[in-house]
Structures are given as C-alpha cells and as structure tokens.
C-alpha cells in the first residue's frame, strides 16, 4: 500500500479463471466515501487514471472523498497473466465474465450501494455494452465518459493512417503473425490486445449496428429502451481520430440517453486548453479544468439507479 497526503492506494485482485486474475487499484482516504469505478480503454491499463505520487483523475476523486475503483482489464496492467499468443479471451469475455467479478468485488467491500462509473475512451462503451445486458445487477448514480466512442465515421488523413493503415491493416499482419497485438511495442498504445479482443473491437468499429459478435443482441436498441442513468460526454477539440466530436456525439445519440450532456474541451468553450484523446486525463491543468465538471455531475446527479439481468428500465428509488 502507499500513501500520499492521506490518499491510500492498494492493489487488489479479483480471480476470475483458474489462471487469470484482474487487478484493482483501489484509491482513497480510508476506504471511505461512495464508489468509484474506473475503466480504460483499447491498447491501454488503468495507469491512465494514476500515478504513485498521487497525481491524476482517481486520485482528484479521493481527495473529494470517493473510494475509487480503477480496473486493469484482463491481461492489462497488474492483471496477470500478461497477454501473449496464448491468450484466448476478448470482450465477450470482458462482458460476461470481467465486469461481473469487478463488480461483485466492490459490492463485496462496500456493500450494494450506488456506484459511480467513469470511462476513458472504449471503456465507456464497454460499459454501456454491460448495462445493456448485466451479468451481476449493479446500480449506477451517474457516469462520465471521456473521449468515448464506437463507430469512427469521419474521414481524414490522419484517421486514414491511425485507423485503416495502423489498426485495421499494420495490426491484423502483426496479430496474424505474433497471435497478439504488442501495441507498446508497436509504439501504438501502453499495453497489448489479444486476438480476439482486436477483431471484436474492429467489428464494433466499423459496423452500423451495436450488435452482439454471437447471437445478434441489438445494445442499441436496448440502451434506447432504458433510462439509463445520467451520463456526461467530454472530448477535447484537439481528438481529431480515436475521440472525435463528432463520434462521441453519435455515441451518446445512439444510446437514446435522455439524461446526457456533451461537452467538447476547448478554448472557445471557456477551457484551460484545447484537449486531445490522452491528455484529456493526464495534463497538470485538467484538476483545475474539467475534472471540476465530472465532480459537479457526479454531485448533481444522485438519483439511484438499479440495473437488473434482462430488464428493459431502470427501477429509480
């Protein structure tokens, strides 16, 4: 465990296959204060959200006194083991395995109270995808969404060479050869992606419908038929590829959200800068700037939400 200025941090790990185990990091001022759960996105882990000495958006939220939750999906991270050609997972797994044990284990150390979700990039549709069809019920106050998006519709040069040359063409030669992608590696992202899991996120990507990889479960149309708790959209207005304003929007669009707000991060909108897809979490100036935002909506959205498997609403309390 470490400490700095009253802020403890812990590694806990969840086992969830008789080899695999998920790592926690679990940031706060003496396990006090409502949950928190944090997600990172693709060829990412949870150090995203932290640093030791007590720097970045999980450590902000314990100091206004939540018990944050940041999640290394499976293989990522502190999870173990690390992913290689052997692993056989992706994010079907994520869904009906994963989340359900992350989300057992929170309700195991802070009993079965609301919780608060935030997500970085595809985190955040990860999350969604969950809430759609969860394995463990779970309520969920309020959510915030950082850079998130689905589909990438835009067209540029730029997207041409970060997602058709990189990801969809560079990365599926690597994969074929290697059986995973070494996204640190390549110098494209700070952890790896197993097979599976990088042509599930491309099928997610790029086509029209939200559809389940094996039985065809539509998550749009069932995120439309919920009220799902109220949910915050930020992006920066310098994410010209992997968070675009434009996707992010049609994210949020997409979910038929009655209780959402979009916000783009800029200069022109009264920002401190004009944020991109990483720095939107880890410049020095976003405590000052827009992290204040997600701590307002957490505040100002306490409504209980209580998600159970298979059910079209929400039951509000």
């Known amino acids: 465990m470490t400490k700095h200025q009253d802020i403890q941090q812990e590694s806990l790990f969840v086992q969830v296959t008789t080899t695999d185990k998920l790592h926690l990091r679990r940031i706060s001022k003496h396990h006090q204060g409502p949950p928190v759960l944090l997600v990172h996105g693709s060829i990412e882990n949870g150090k995203i959200f932290y640093t030791r000495s007590g720097k970045g958006f999980a450590p902000y939220l314990a100091n206004l006194g939540y018990d944050v939750f940041v999640a290394d999906l499976r293989g990522r991270g502190k999870s173990t083991p690390a992913i290689s050609r052997f692993s056989d997972f992706g994010l079907s797994h994520t869904l009906d395995k994963d989340f359900p044990a992350i989300v057992r284990k929170i309700k195991e150390l802070k009993g079965d109270v609301p919780q608060y979700w935030a997500a970085h990039s595809w985190g955040g549709v990860l999350m969604l995808a969950y809430l759609a069809r969860p394995v463990e019920p779970v309520q969920v106050q309020a959510m915030a969404f950082l850079g998130s998006k689905r589909r990438i519709s835009i067209k540029s040069f730029k997207k041409f060479m970060m997602v058709d040359v990189v990801w969809n063409w560079t990365s599926k030669v690597v994969v074929a050869a290697k059986g995973w992608l070494p996204a640190k590696q390549m110098r494209i992202g700070s952890d790896s992606e197993t097979r599976l899991t990088h042509s ?7 086509q029209k419908e939200w559809l389940h990889w094996h039985d065809g479960f539509n998550y749009a149309t069932k995120l439309q038929q919920m009220n799902l708790p109220p949910t915050l959209y930020l992006t920066g207005a310098k994410d010209d590829v992997l968070g675009h304003p434009v996707d992010v929007e049609k994210l949020m669009q997409e979910t038929g959200c009655r209780n959402c707000q979009f916000k783009v991060l800029s200069k022109a909108n009264g920002n401190l800068h004009d944020y991109g897809h990483i720095d939107i979490l880890t410049h020095h100036d ?12 957490f505040k100002n959205n306490s409504v209980v939400a209580t998600l159970t498997p298979g059910s079209g609403s929400v039951d509000k309390q």
Not at 286 to 297: G, K, L, Q, T
């Open 200 to 206: 599930q996120t491309h099928d997610w990507v790029v």
């Open 286 to 297: 976003a405590p000052r700037d827009h992290f204040r935002m997600v701590a307002d909506w």
